[in-house]
């Protein structure tokens, strides 16, 4: 049979693909956070009918003689460009502007308590349309559990200390008059699971060095002699959990750094927790798993949680959502390329078939 027969062939098959890909994108054009799919193509392994010779003193080079056996599937990429920005002025509609996913898991107890993300069943999304269930928690419309960094307790402080070189060493929790605990941070950026014991009454080990913490109505800590940053706050960046608000609050509201305060009974503002945001250096490697979520993959390239405006990651904006990044101009005049590659391909099927028919007709 003629090679260009089955060359047509694979072009239908390849601009089918495509019709299926632009239709998902087009039906998806209203859909929070989605991000449209693209289509490349590859040519097939060519058949050599004559190979390359070099020059010779008395003749030029004589270039490879090749016919192409059709082409195949090269790629169905996802396009995480960022979509356009619809006001909603709903305080639990979240909109990233920038880079990063919200994490949203299941799979264990949702009421408070620090989760092992390796533990439970992990999603990502840029669809920021949340709830709060009964109990107060920040959850997507399939009941997933919007993750977080903890709040330090009530009338605590959560202290970051760095080492010289910037990292974290150790996290202390303080209220106004003591230090209530010292926990180590590894190498990995890791909370450990013990409190650090004081050597002395100000000195602790921590990773392998004495480290003198001071508490004067702010902490400070040194290594021998030398003034160690320190970061304070109400967030725990080493705990994750489930937002939650309590039904006491009288309102409550979301900065752009992903903090959510609210007022409780007594008209006071408290902190319920940070919204943390998940990094990937490869965002298109993420696997769809529908209802606008993503899964991580092996060559997603996860950089671990980050707060929001830190590390080169999206702010939220509350009160607004990401709709889709489909342009329709874009996706219908896709359609249109390859509606006529198509059709250029039944004809190449065709035309072979009437040269077939042809050669039948030679013997009469």
Same mark, same amino acid.
């Given at each position: ?6 060359a047509?062939?694979s ?33 097939m392994? #060519?058949?050599?009918?004559? +190979? ?5 003193? %008395?003749?030029?080079? $004589? &270039? /490879?003689?090749?016919?192409? *056996? ?16 619809q006001t ?18 299941e799979?264990f ?13 992990? #999603?990502?999304t840029?669809? +920021? ?5 009964? %109990?107060?928690?920040? $959850? &997507? /419309?399939?009941?997933?559990? *919007? ?13 970051v200390?760095?080492?010289?070189e ?5 996290l202390?929790?303080?209220?106004e ?16 699971n ?6 002395t ?9 004495d480290? %003198? ?41 979301v ?8 007022i ?14 998940a ?11 529908g ?19 830190t ?9 607004a ?9 874009e996706e ?12 250029a ?13 042809e ?6």
């Amino acid at each position: 049979m003629l090679r260009s027969m089955y060359a047509g062939i694979s072009g239908m098959k390849n601009f089918q693909t495509k019709l299926d890909v632009i239709g998902n994108n087009i039906s998806n054009v209203n859909t929070s956070g989605f991000k449209k799919g693209r289509v490349t193509f590859q040519d097939m392994m #060519s058949q050599m009918t004559s +190979g390359a010779q070099g020059p010779t003193d %008395t003749r030029g080079g $004589v &270039n /490879p003689a090749q016919v192409g *056996l059709g082409s195949q599937l090269g790629s169905i990429d996802n396009i995480h460009t960022q979509g356009f920005r619809q006001t909603t002025n709903n305080p639990l509609d979240f909109a990233l502007e920038g880079d990063g996913m919200f994490v949203v898991a299941e799979g264990f107890e949702g009421n408070g308590g620090n989760v092992n993300l390796d533990d439970v069943s992990v #999603s990502y999304t840029r669809a +920021g349309n949340f709830y709060l269930d009964e %109990t107060g928690n920040i $959850v &997507n /419309p399939q009941g997933l559990y *919007l993750m977080g960094f903890s709040a330090a307790g009530e009338g605590q402080t959560a202290s970051v200390i760095n080492d010289e070189e910037g990292n974290p060493l150790a996290l202390v929790i303080s209220d106004e008059d003591n230090i209530v605990s010292v926990t180590e941070v590894d190498e990995e950026g890791n909370l450990g699971n013990n409190n650090v014991s004081p050597n002395t009454d100000d000195t602790y080990l921590l990773n392998g060095e004495d480290i %003198t913490i001071t508490l004067d109505e702010t902490i400070s800590a040194s290594i021998n002699g030398t003034t160690l940053d320190v970061n304070e706050g109400k967030i725990n960046p080493f705990v994750t959990s489930p937002i939650n608000i309590p039904d006491t609050a009288q309102s409550f509201s979301v900065q752009t750094n992903g903090t959510v305060n609210y007022i409780d009974e007594n008209g006071q503002t408290q902190v319920a927790g940070q919204v943390a945001i998940a990094n990937f250096s490869n965002p298109a490697g993420l696997e769809k798993a529908g209802s606008n979520l993503f899964l991580n993959s092996e060559n997603a390239g996860y950089n671990g949680l980050s707060i929001p405006e830190t590390e080169g990651v999206a702010s939220i904006v509350s009160g607004a959502l990401e709709m889709s990044n489909v342009d329709l101009s874009e996706e219908f005049t896709e359609m249109i390329t390859a509606q006529r590659g198509f059709q250029a391909n039944t004809k190449i099927i065709t035309t072979s078939d009437e040269i077939l028919q042809e050669l039948v007709n030679l013997k009469r």
